[in-house]
Nanobody, 124 residues
Framework: QVQLVESGGGLVQAGGSLRLSCAASGRTITTYIMAWFRQAPGKEREFVAGISGSGGSTNYADSVKGRFTISRDNAKNTVYLQVNSLRPEDTAVYYC?????????????????WGQGTQVTVSS
């Protein structure tokens, strides 16, 4: 079992930045694909960014490319999401997720473990 705990969310003005963290416990996440998803009120949960076990491969949703950066520190068993140039439409609960294997997937069903989420609210 892998337990995931997100932190770093908050209220920020448009154009601002945050750094979200996802601390894992229970197992080392070195062999896990890690990803961030988000869910806005009334909308489906959507993929934001993913990273391979080594950190050598990443992918992003088109809506966040160039603004968000996913990274990981396997020594700390932690994954990060740097979110810059925030827009009101980025407002959502952001979730960290993990899946075993080597394929970066954007599908929620592929992920075995989920955190409880952290709220990001962007004011205009």
């Amino acid at each position: 079992q892998v337990q995931l705990v997100e932190s770093g969310g908050g209220l920020v003005q448009a154009g601002g930045s945050l750094r979200l963290s996802c601390a894992a416990s229970g197992r080392t996440i070195t062999t896990y694909i890690m990803a961030w998803f988000r869910q806005a009120p009334g909308k489906e949960r959507e993929f934001v960014a993913g990273i391979s076990g080594s950190g050598g491969s990443t992918n992003y949703a088109d809506s966040v490319k160039g603004r968000f950066t996913i990274s990981r520190d396997n020594a700390k068993n932690t994954v990060y999401l740097q979110v810059n140039s925030l827009r009101p439409e980025d407002t959502a609960v952001y979730y960290c997720a993990a899946r075993s294997g080597t394929v970066l997937s954007q599908r929620t069903i592929r992920y075995e473990y989920w955190g409880q989420g952290t709220q990001v609210t962007v004011s205009s």
